[in-house]
């Protein structure tokens, strides 16, 4: 069955600190990947995607991502945090092999930002 | 521009009365729409997806169903909330093809009290 893991449920880190994210899927085809981005009390925005060619994918805000197919990862990184990165971060992936748009949400990381 | 609106934004609501939770989308057509629900330190949960006026498919067992009236207004409904009902419910749309990313609405705080 697909599934998406962040192994870390809480991460604090200073502020102009460097930031990663974990995530790792568990997928029977090329997965599409995605993280999402959560304020409290707010939707989901989301950060960027993958679907294929480079590995390493830019996004919004300053995030980018790397695809490691050898380790099933799909870490988000950001070189200098800003207190307003505070939020709620999650990994996806999808759509299953022959299932529509049913995005697999991991439990999410809760970033917290020091100053 | 495409848009997605979902209302009210909190709400809380008696056991046993009933629900309803509306999600309608702007500026695209045909789009397949979900229902998410968000426990609290949780990931997200789909709970409905549609594909389609009158199309709905359930993901989960559970005390909530969903209708979609026109094609881009999504319902979520319940006859009797129970306590286990309470959480964060996200509207969410995505282009009919397949591997696309889904928008997310703002969300409702539901408290069953």
């Known amino acids: 069955a697909q599934s998406v893991t962040q192994p870390d449920i809480h991460i604090t880190v200073s502020e102009g600190a460097s930031l990663e994210l974990r995530c790792n899927y568990s997928?029977?085809?090329?997965?599409?990947l995605f993280w999402y981005v959560q304020s409290p009390g707010q939707g989901l925005q989301l950060l960027l995607k993958?679907?294929?060619?480079?590995?390493l994918v830019q996004g919004i805000k300053g995030f980018e991502a790397e695809f490691k197919r050898s380790q099933s990862s799909f870490n988000l990184r950001k070189p200098s945090v800003h207190w307003s990165d505070a939020a709620e971060y999650f990994c996806?992936?999808?759509?299953?092999?022959?299932?529509?748009?049913?995005?697999?949400f991991g439990a999410g990381t809760r970033l917290a930002v020091h100053p | 521009s495409q848009t997605i609106h979902q209302w009210p934004a909190t709400l809380v609501q008696p056991v046993g009365s009933p629900l309803s939770l509306e999600c309608t989308v702007e500026?695209?057509?045909?789009?397949?729409l979900y229902w998410y629900r968000q426990a609290a330190g949780r990931g997200l949960q789909l709970l409905f997806y549609?594909?389609?006026?009158?199309?709905i498919s359930s993901e989960v067992p559970q005390n909530l169903s969903a209708s979609r009236p026109q094609d881009r207004q999504f319902i979520l409904s319940s006859k009797k909330l129970l306590l286990s009902d309470s959480g964060f419910y996200l509207c969410?749309?995505?282009?009919?093809?397949?591997?696309?990313?889904?928008?997310f609405g703002q969300g409702t705080r539901l408290t069953v009290v």
């Open positions: 500026g695209t057509s045909n789009p397949n």
């Open positions: 993958y679907f294929s060619g480079d590995t």
């Open positions: 996806a992936v999808g759509p299953p092999p022959g299932g529509y748009n049913k995005l697999i």
């Open positions: 969410a749309w995505s282009r009919r093809e397949v591997n696309t990313e889904a928008f």
């Open positions: 997928y029977g085809a090329t997965p599409y």
């Open positions: 549609s594909v389609g006026i009158g199309q």
